[in-house]
């Protein structure tokens, strides 16, 4: 998806750009200002054929400045977190009062002590600068543009930063590609394999530090791909192995695997909910929801929430139920056995289980059959070495049973279509 560049923003005639609100800043706001940033915003009323959704070469956004999409939905400025003092160059909604930072520059850069300053330079990038002297950039976009071509950034509805090459008009860069801590409507979560950009979230370090935290949420392809959560690498929860159900509710998400990319995506139909998806600080995956009614932030869904979301609560060749509290939910599949009873008896199940009778497992060819188990969850697939999914169901254990170093199989069914094994 790359989102076509207004004409305006193509055709109207170089100018500078406005000073539109002031930001949110720690700074004490002078008189003076004061008076400039009210006679600004007069100015604007007599000036709405100028964007003030997008930066062109050489224009530059400081301090105070804001970029603020078509629709008033977001805003790209630089802002603070809490009591510090760093600056970060981001983008956050417009509309709502609380400050909800959807997408940082210079994550793990902060500016510190000074204020920043973001332009095009002449070879097409995005530049954040902290310092007027300071040679290197915090941050770019450091996209390679044919010379003699210009480039143009602009804020989009949707909260994508985008940046265009004027001739072509192609799209050279979008922040939707390098998500921070949030997935908004529209922006996909996943790996792009022709582009070589694999997207996906990581949080915060804390609620007042944008740079890299513990937990992320990536696809992981390999096998039958799975959308995970982890903490550092280690596993926290993870998604049933594709495909994945397309969902309709409040959000209506959809997924594509297909050679060049593998991708989850969701929209949201009813325009009256703002919607984002966040990996907070504190290890956990939340959609949260906005109504100009409710005026604020308030919880649609959380993973993890229960304990068999957690992975591997339950270990290996074990399931995991849903119980109450005072109840153990892990139980042994047919035919294994707790590997350490004595800490299952103690209600760790994370041990997982083993083969009761051993040399079973080197039974091969001589009348063996299957045990179905129900109602679960599709297992870990990550690790499946035989995935194939056009297949019909009596092929999945014909081929199984034909090759000794297969021990079980699930089968995927594809709604309307034929099976995965
Ligand atoms: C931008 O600035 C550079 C250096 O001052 C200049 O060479 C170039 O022509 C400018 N580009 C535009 C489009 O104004
Ligand atoms: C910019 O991109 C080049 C090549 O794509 C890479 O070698 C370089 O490290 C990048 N620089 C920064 C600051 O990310
Ligand atoms: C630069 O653009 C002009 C027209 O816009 C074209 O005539 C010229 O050949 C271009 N130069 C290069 C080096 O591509
Ligand atoms: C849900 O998303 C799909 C794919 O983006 C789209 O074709 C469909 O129209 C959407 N449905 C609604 C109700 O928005
Ligand atoms: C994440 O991992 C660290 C280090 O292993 C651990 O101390 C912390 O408790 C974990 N947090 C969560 C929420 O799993
Ligand atoms: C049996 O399965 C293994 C693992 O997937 C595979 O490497 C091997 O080629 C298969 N053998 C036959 C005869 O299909």
């Known amino acids: 998806m790359v989102p076509h560049l207004s004409e305006d923003l193509l055709l109207s005639p170089q100018s500078n750009i406005q000073i539109v609100q002031k930001a949110r800043s720690n700074f004490?706001?002078?008189?003076?200002e004061k008076l400039f940033l009210l006679f600004s915003l007069l100015m604007l009323q007599f000036s709405s054929c100028t964007s003030h959704d997008s930066l062109k070469t050489n224009q530059t956004i400081k301090e105070g400045d804001?970029?603020?999409?078509?629709?008033?939905?977001?805003?790209?400025?630089?802002?603070?977190l809490g009591s510090s003092s760093n600056r970060y160059l981001g983008i956050w909604y417009h509309k709502v009062q609380e400050q909800t930072v959807v997408w940082v520059a210079n994550r793990n850069d902060p500016i510190i002590g000074s204020s920043g300053f973001l332009f095009i330079n002449q070879y097409g990038n995005l530049v954040l600068h902290g310092k007027d002297d300071q040679k290197l950039p915090v941050w770019s976009t450091n996209v390679s543009v044919e010379e003699n071509d210009t480039c143009a950034a602009q804020l989009l509805d949707s909260g994508n930063l985008i940046l265009v090459r004027k001739r072509s008009r192609k799209t050279v860069w979008q922040s939707f590609d390098y998500p921070t801590n949030i997935l908004l409507p529209g922006m996909k979560l996943g790996l792009d394999r022709k582009l070589g950009i694999d997207r996906f979230l990581k949080s915060w370090r804390s609620a007042d530090d944008p740079g890299f935290g513990d937990f992320s949420l990536r696809i992981n392809p390999n096998g039958s791909p799975q959308i995970f959560f982890y903490n550092g690498t280690k596993p926290i929860s993870r998604s049933p192995p594709w495909p994945w159900r397309s969902q309709m509710g409040l959000f209506n998400s959809t997924s594509v695997n297909d050679p060049d990319e593998i991708y989850w995506v969701f929209t949201v139909p009813d325009d009256s909910y703002l919607l984002r998806l966040i990996v907070d600080h504190l290890g956990h995956v939340k959609t949260l929801t906005w109504r100009e009614s409710d005026g604020q932030w308030k919880e649609y869904w959380k993973s993890p929430q229960f304990h068999c979301d957690y992975y591997g609560n339950c270990g290996a060749y074990s399931t995991c139920e849903l119980a109450n509290l005072n109840e153990f939910g892990c139980a042994c599949l047919p035919g294994f056995e707790p590997k350490y009873p004595l800490e299952w008896s103690?209600?760790?199940g994370s041990g997982g289980c083993v083969r009761k009778r051993p040399h079973t497992s080197s039974v091969c060819q001589h009348g063996e059959g299957f045990v179905k188990v129900e109602n679960v969850i599709l297992p870990e697939s990550s690790a499946a070495v035989w995935v194939d999914m056009s297949k019909s169901l009596a092929d999945c254990e014909v081929q199984c049973k034909r090759n000794c170093s297969c021990s079980a199989y699930a089968i995927i069914a594809f709604p309307g279509k034929n099976y995965g094994c």
């Open 28 to 32: 004490p706001i002078m008189e003076a």
């Open 66 to 80: 804001l970029l603020i999409s078509e629709g008033n939905n977001f805003a790209l400025g630089f802002f603070s």
């Open 346 to 348: 103690a209600r760790d």
